[in-house]
């Protein structure tokens, strides 16, 4: 278990893109996203982190809960909200739909991760919610 201070967050958000150039390097680009996340919740749980996949959001209009739900892609030691891509390049709605996660979720920091590059670092977006 950590103790979230900035630090924390940004050793954890590398060693998450570690996990994924480590999937990168041995998949390539051009699969389905869902192959990615699979070998994601292997890597990373390899790693020792803690990593849920398909996190229900339940969404609440007004305070009230609706019958609509989303998914967060991945979730690392319950903290670090991961959206995983595999599209032929990142638009801005996939940046709004992750710091939406982040804000429905009330999370921190979020990572958007675009498998179809030619070297993912290309395809790695951090984004905030509010601060560290």
């Known amino acids: 278990m950590f103790n979230f201070t900035r630090e924390t967050y940004n050793y ?7 996990a994924a150039i480590e999937v990168h390097k041995e998949l390539g680009p051009g699969l389905l996203e869902s192959v990615y996340e699979t ?4 890597e990373l749980q390899n790693r020792g982190l803690r990593v849920e996949s398909q996190v ?3 969404l ?48 921190k920091l979020g990572l958007l991760i675009n498998f179809n590059v030619p070297v993912l670092t290309q395809g790695v977006k951090r984004r905030i919610n509010g601060e560290l």
């Open 12 to 18: 954890l958000s590398q060693y998450i893109i570690g």
């Open 60 to 107: 609440y209009y007004k305070g009230v809960k609706l019958d609509k739900e989303f998914k967060i892609d991945l979730l690392v030691e319950d903290e670090i909200v991961v959206e995983l891509k595999s599209v032929e390049e990142l638009k801005t709605v996939h940046e709004v739909q992750l710091l939406t996660y982040l804000k429905l979720a009330n999370k």
């Open 56 to 58: 229900i959001l339940p």
């Open 39 to 42: 070998c994601m919740v292997e």
